[in-house]
């Protein structure tokens, strides 16, 4: 029984976010305590629905290009022509964790205008140095006899570095990748403070008017979108992991 019970527990979490999201009024009468002077329980100016699946499409834009580039970089320093470059890549993906996310925003906001960009532009900097560092360390850490083995069967480059080395780093690089989405998931809520549609919008809505139920209902979401979302990634990668594991056995 306790073997099933977190993957109970996690249908049990999907249930109510499809449930929520899609039909938020059945869950009026729990929020209705939190609001004061017959203020709405549940947030009506837009649909939960759309904003969740805008939310997660900025996520899911701003992730894929920097797993592209960190693992770009990645390669190239990891190589004896790139190696020299090792440095000012860590510069480069450190730019992101360097400024706050609302100060990403007001600078990006004058050169491409308001809405989604802007949040494209703060989550892309931001997922940047977890994927590095994680592609960094899987490149670097392979196991020596495997690599010469590569070369002994008389691969070439390009081809140790698709059929050996990005399979066999593909664990740790998921890691990066899982990390930097739960941090674009909570990121992305401060892009509709520029006019991006994310979640956000109901977590400002109820600072605005003194609504606790927005706030709660708004933050419930991106949580459990990030619980979700953590632990596909993180079976995804312990999958293969498993099967890396069997393949170089």
């Keep these: ?37 017959g203020a709405p329980a549940i947030y009506n100016q837009g649909s939960l629905l759309t904003l969740t699946l805008l939310h997660l499409r900025t996520v899911l834009i701003a992730t894929v290009a920097a797993t592209l580039v960190a693992v770009a970089l990645a390669i190239l320093v990891t190589r004896p022509a790139g190696a020299e470059f090792l440095p000012l890549s860590r510069s480069l993906v450190n730019i992101g964790q360097t400024f706050p996310p609302v100060a990403v925003l007001a600078l990006a906001v004058p050169a491409v205008g308001f809405g989604e960009k802007p949040t494209l532009i703060a989550l892309f900097l931001y997922g940047l140095l977890p994927i590095f560092e994680n592609a960094l360390t899987g490149l670097t850490t392979l196991p ?16 140790r ?73 993180s079976a995804i990668e312990r999958y293969t992991a498993r099967r890396m594991g069997r393949e170089t056995e």
């Design 1 to 37: 029984m306790k073997a099933w019970l977190p993957s109970l527990l996690r249908l049990l979490l999907v249930v109510l976010l499809v449930a929520f999201v899609t039909n938020p009024g059945w869950f009026e009468p729990l929020l209705k305590p939190l609001t004061e002077n």
């Design 144 to 159: 020596a006899n495997v690599i010469e083995a590569a070369r002994g069967a008389g691969m070439t480059g390009w081809q």
């Design 161 to 233: 570095l698709t059929k050996v080395e990005l399979p066999l780093s593909a664990p740790i690089i998921l890691g990066g990748i899982r990390l930097s989405v739960v941090i674009s998931l909570a990121t992305a809520t401060i892009g509709s403070t520029v006019a991006a549609k994310t979640l956000g919008e109901v977590i400002i809505a109820g600072l605005l008017s003194n609504n606790l139920a927005f706030v709660l209902q708004g933050g419930l979401i991106v949580a459990a979108l990030a619980v979700l979302i953590y632990d596909g990634l």
